[in-house]
């Protein structure tokens, strides 16, 4: 091993971003908040990737140009949902190979509502030709026909999905930066208003502006008295079945047997996962598609290994209840939750003796759901 | 508006997609024949309540539609039609819609 994760930082996450806060800016704080963590000095790094929908014109180059970074490795992924996934997996292998040394990788966004309503109305061209005149509702339009096809194949209920919602908020309560910490019960989660049939206010991921940051370097440059977090495998998938499926299952189905295979681990070794969660059905579906649900028993997953049993899934609260900075910098939530996680960082959230996370990105929304998909089982390393 | 949804047809194997396609996805031609469906049967409603961005938002329906010929593609509503309708479909722009098919 000779790559790992030794830090992370992140922005302060609003819902609605004051005069002068832009991406850049939240951006800045995360990269900020992530190399102080590290212990990195700006002028160590030599690799950078990022993505965010929002820093158009910018590109990564001019990112690096506003952070005062010289840099041998560059990139920026476009990938939504799974972005930090695969930005993780680049990232990693970068140091490895010796392509760079210490790189930081970056996500953020800060579209506001009506910005984000651009985006989603123009996501591709299908979305903007075939979808968008429709008054499809961008994502949740989408996702609510999955639910439906969902509740349909998995004899599923609307409560079924509030056992993650609810679940989620109550591991949010102890993340002072989650947009949404108040508890939530399972009949304020039914009561809330519908938005897009069968889903309701709380089913619907909550845009944010704000910004997440990561650093890979040689485990060795991890901060003294902490365990830097090894990658034992990590697995994509790209337009797995061209949009001839029904959503169902996501791109994980198609690697991950070797994901497990290559992570030398089973699913029920997982200690704490971080599944992309911008609706509750695309968390069912993904912990389906890694075997976390065993016999695909959806009901009994919901209900009880995350109802009951409260299994540490999303334990920062989730994109549904922390906010979503966009699809990437969402992504890269999961992953430094796990980090924290399996460094014992976690404060009143940590997961007792953590030692191997599971992490999920998907997204990507083509058509009639997303096309992109990575997972990556993360370790505490001795 | 126009009578059906125009989708493109494989020259080679046959077979028609929505949306367009460069390479034919079954036998990976290049070469396609326009073409168009006149109904389909719906799968799954979806009525959009609210809009980001938008505060005077009326409600509107969305279905996934299976198409007389297979193609699955997600459909504007203009009426109450709910799974397992017969819709006739019709097109606004490059946006296709339906309604049920007159008995």
Not at chain 1, 139 to 147: I, K, S, W
Not at chain 1, 307 to 316: C, D, H, I, V, Y
Not at chain 1, 348 to 356: I, M, S, T
Not at chain 2, 26 to 50: F, K, N, S, T, Y
Request: charged share 20%; with cysteine; glycine share 12%.
């Amino acid at each position: 091993m000779n790559a790992a994760i030794i830090g992370v930082g992140q922005s302060a996450y609003t819902r609605r971003p004051e005069p002068g806060q832009t991406v850049h800016t939240f951006i800045r704080d995360a990269v900020v908040a992530a190399l102080e963590d590290a212990e990195v000095a700006p002028t160590d790094v030599d690799g950078m990737a990022v993505a965010s929908f929002s820093l158009a014109p910018d590109t990564a180059v001019d990112l690096a140009w506003r952070l005062s970074l010289s840099l041998k490795w560059l990139l920026q992924d476009t990938n939504g949902g799974s972005s930090a996934m695969n930005m993780l997996g680049h990232a990693i292998r970068g140091v490895e190979t010796g392509a760079a040394s210490v790189i930081l990788v970056v996500g953020g966004d800060a579209t506001g509502l009506a910005g984000y309503g651009k985006v989603a109305a123009n996501f591709n061209i299908a979305t903007r030709e075939h979808l968008a005149p429709l008054g499809h509702g961008g994502p949740n339009g989408v996702y609510a026909l999955v639910t439906s096809r969902q509740m349909k194949q998995y004899g599923l209920e609307k409560s079924d999905y509030g056992h993650i919602a609810v679940a989620q908020r109550a591991w949010a309560a102890k993340n002072p930066f989650a947009v949404y910490r108040t508890p939530m019960t399972m009949d304020e989660y039914l009561a809330a208003p519908l938005v897009a049939d069968p889903l309701s206010r709380y089913d619907c991921v909550p845009v944010v502006a704000g910004a997440q940051a990561i650093v890979i370097a040689h485990p060795d440059r991890v901060p003294k008295g902490r365990a830097p977090v090894r990658m034992r495998a990590h697995r994509a998938s790209f337009n797995y079945d061209n949009q001839a499926g029904d959503g169902l299952q996501t791109g994980i189905s198609t690697f991950a047997t070797q994901l497990w295979q290559a992570a030398g681990v089973r699913p029920d070794d997982i200690d704490v996962a971080s599944l992309y969660d911008d609706y509750p059905t695309m968390v069912l579906a993904q912990a389906n598609d890694l075997g976390l649900a065993p016999g695909n028993d959806l009901q009994r997953f919901a209900r009880v290994t995350v109802g009951e049993q409260r299994f540490p899934l999303n334990t920062w609260g989730g994109m549904l209840s922390a906010g979503q900075p966009g699809g990437s910098a969402g992504g890269l939530n999961g992953i430094s939750e796990a980090v924290l996680q399996l460094q014992h960082r976690a404060g009143e959230r940590q997961v007792k003796d953590a030692r191997l996370a599971v992490t999920s990105g998907y997204g990507m929304t083509m058509y009639r759901y997303g096309g992109t998909a990575a997972a990556a089982v993360l370790e505490r390393a001795a | 508006m126009s009578k059906g949804v125009g989708i493109w047809r494989c020259r080679g194997c046959g077979v028609g997609y929505f949306p367009e396609r460069l390479l034919c996805p079954r036998c990976h031609g290049h070469e396609w024949a326009p073409d168009r469906v006149l109904e389909g049967v719906v799968e799954e409603v979806a009525v959009i309540r609210h809009m980001i961005g938008q505060a005077d938002w009326q409600p509107r329906r969305i279905a996934n539609v299976r198409t007389s010929d297979g193609q699955l593609i997600t459909v504007g509503l203009r009426d109450e039609s709910g799974p397992g309708t017969v819709i006739e479909l019709f097109e606004e722009g490059t946006a296709p819609f339906g309604q049920a098919k007159p008995s």
